[in-house]
């Protein structure tokens, strides 16, 4: 696996962003009477989402509350489990590590996405 490497750095790139704003609150959600404002647990306003011409601002602003800090560093864990279990036994059955293989290179297409980092 030749980007296992850069992917596991974007994970902890992730993690630490993530991180760094559950310091607001790991949960957020949409204001329910301004649903252009998505909230953390604390209170604090999050995000501001305005309507334009793309895009409706309270659809915005619920995605961005379902992606939330904590949801983002669970998502993280768990795409490192299947790391950990794919790097803990390289005896293991071959098909076992195909499979392994095979759900970290999707999982890793993500980030390579040419919209990921700009």
Avoid: T
Avoid at 10 to 23: F, H, K, N, Q
Avoid at 41 to 55: F, H, M, Q, T
Avoid at 89 to 102: H, I, K, R
């Amino acid at each position: 696996m030749d980007d296992l490497a850069a992917f596991k750095a974007a994970l902890s790139e992730d993690y630490a962003v993530a991180d760094m704003l559950a310091v607001q609150g790991p949960r957020w959600y949409a204001d329910k009477h301004d649903p252009e404002i998505v909230r953390s647990e604390y209170g604090w306003a999050a995000a501001l989402c305005r309507e334009d011409e793309l895009a409706n601002g309270a659809l915005r602003a619920d995605h961005i509350a379902r992606h939330d800090p904590r949801r983002a560093k669970l998502d993280i864990k768990a795409k490192r489990a299947v790391i950990e279990e794919y790097e803990r036994d390289p005896q293991a059955d071959d098909q076992y590590l195909a499979g392994l293989a095979f759900a970290i290179e999707r999982l890793a297409e993500v980030y390579s996405a040419p919209w990921w980092k700009s």
